[in-house]
C-alpha cells in the first residue's frame, strides 16, 4: 500500500489523516520488486480519450508509466491491521503505451504542418509532468505514429495518420490473438466460461475477435480516431436494436376476492309456505290471539311525537 503522492480527488466523508495518505493498490510484482516497493511518482496527465484529468504511475527510471484506475462502490470499507479506512476503493494499476499520451499533442500540433523536435511538441502548462513521458518513449517508437526528419540528437517530427493508424491495426490484431489463444468469450451475451459444452458449441469468429479487440484499443484514443480506424480496418459495428414489447392487455379489477358461481341455483329453489304457516306457536301467543283487539292500541304509538305532545298540554 503505497502512499498518495498525489490528489487523488475528493474523499467521501471525513477521514483520519493516516487514512487520506494511503490507498490500497494491486500492482504488478515487477514493479515492486525492482523499485523495493518505492519510488514511484503519482501524476496528473491528459487521458487520451476523454481529454480530461487522469492519475498515472511512473516507474522510479520513467522508463514505464501506468494507468491508475480506481474501483469504487458505496458502503465500502478497508480493515488496515487495527484500524478501519473509510476510503473502501481498489486502484489497480494498468500498464500504457506511453505512445497513447503523446499522440494527442501530436495531433494537435499537426495543424500547423510543422516538423518540431518532440520536447516542444510535448509541452502543457495545465499538465507539467507529461514530459515525463520523453523518457518512456524511444526515439525510434516515434516513427510508429511519426515523420521523422533529422539525425542523432537532432530529430523533428510530425503527425502521420497513416502511420498512426497501422500501429494502431497492428495493436488490434495482436490483442485480437491474444484473446483467441486464452479462450476469452467475445460474442454477445453472459455467460460462465466454466460452461465449456456452448463455449465449443459457439466459437468466436476472426471477425468477432477485432471488434472486440478494436473496443478495448478505443480506450486509449479518441473517438475521432476510433472512427477512422474502424474505418481502416473494414471493422463493422453492430447497430444497437431498440426491443420494443408490447403492452399486455389490460386487466379488470376485482370488485371482490371472492369467486363468483357461473350459474344462479337460488331460481329454481321452490319455496314452501306451508312450512312457515305450520309453525307451532307458544301457549302464550294462542291466549293472545284469542282476545277481541277491537279499539286496542299498540304500545308503539304511546311512544310517537304526537302522544308525547298531548301528554304535555294536560
Not at 307458544?282 to 311512544?303: E, H
Request: charge should be neutral; hydrophobic fraction near 30%.
Amino acid at each position: 500500500m503505497p502512499p498518495r503522492r498525489g490528489s487523488g480527488g475528493g474523499q467521501k466523508g471525513k477521514g483520519s489523516s493516516s487514512e487520506q495518505d494511503q490507498w490500497v493498490m494491486v500492482m504488478p510484482d515487477s514493479l515492486t520488486e525492482k523499485e523495493g516497493g518505492e519510488g514511484q511518482t503519482f501524476v496528473k496527465l491528459l487521458h487520451p480519450k476523454t481529454e480530461k484529468s487522469a492519475m498515472f504511475l511512473f516507474s522510479k527510471d520513467n522508463q514505464q508509466v501506468f494507468e491508475v484506475m480506481a474501483f469504487q462502490e458505496d458502503f465500502r470499507s478497508w480493515f488496515i491491521d487495527d484500524s478501519v479506512q473509510q476510503d473502501g476503493s481498489l486502484h489497480m494499476m494498468t500498464p500504457v503505451d506511453p505512445l497513447f499520451l503523446v499522440l494527442p499533442y501530436l495531433i494537435k500540433a499537426y495543424e500547423s504542418g510543422l516538423y518540431m523536435p518532440i520536447d516542444q511538441l510535448v509541452s502543457d502548462d495545465q499538465y507539467p509532468e507529461c514530459i515525463r513521458l520523453l523518457s518512456c518513449v524511444h526515439p525510434s517508437d516515434l516513427q510508429h505514429i511519426c515523420d521523422v526528419k533529422g539525425s542523432g540528437d537532432v530529430t523533428a517530427c510530425r503527425y502521420s495518420k497513416d502511420r498512426t493508424l497501422n500501429w494502431l491495426k497492428q495493436k488490434v490484431e495482436q490483442t485480437a490473438d491474444k484473446l483467441a489463444t486464452s479462450c476469452v468469450k467475445v460474442t454477445g451475451g453472459s455467460q460462465l466460461l466454466t460452461y465449456t459444452h456452448s463455449l465449443k458449441t459457439e466459437q468466436a469468429s476472426r471477425d468477432d475477435y477485432l471488434r472486440y479487440a478494436c473496443g478495448l484499443v478505443s480506450d486509449c484514443i479518441s473517438m475521432d480516431l476510433n472512427k477512422e480506424l474502424t474505418q481502416y480496418m473494414g471493422i463493422k459495428i453492430p447497430e444497437k436494436k431498440e426491443v420494443t414489447c408490447a403492452e399486455p392487455p389490460a386487466k379488470k379489477a376485482k370488485l371482490s376476492e371472492i369467486p363468483e358461481a357461473a350459474e344462479d341455483y337460488s331460481k329454481n329453489v321452490v319455496k314452501d309456505d306451508k312450512a312457515t304457516k305450520n309453525t307451532k306457536m307458544t301457549v302464550a301467543q294462542r291466549a293472545l290471539s284469542k282476545v277481541d283487539k277491537t279499539g286496542m292500541k299498540s304500545i308503539a304509538s304511546f311512544f310517537s311525537p304526537k302522544s308525547a305532545a298531548k301528554s304535555k298540554k294536560k
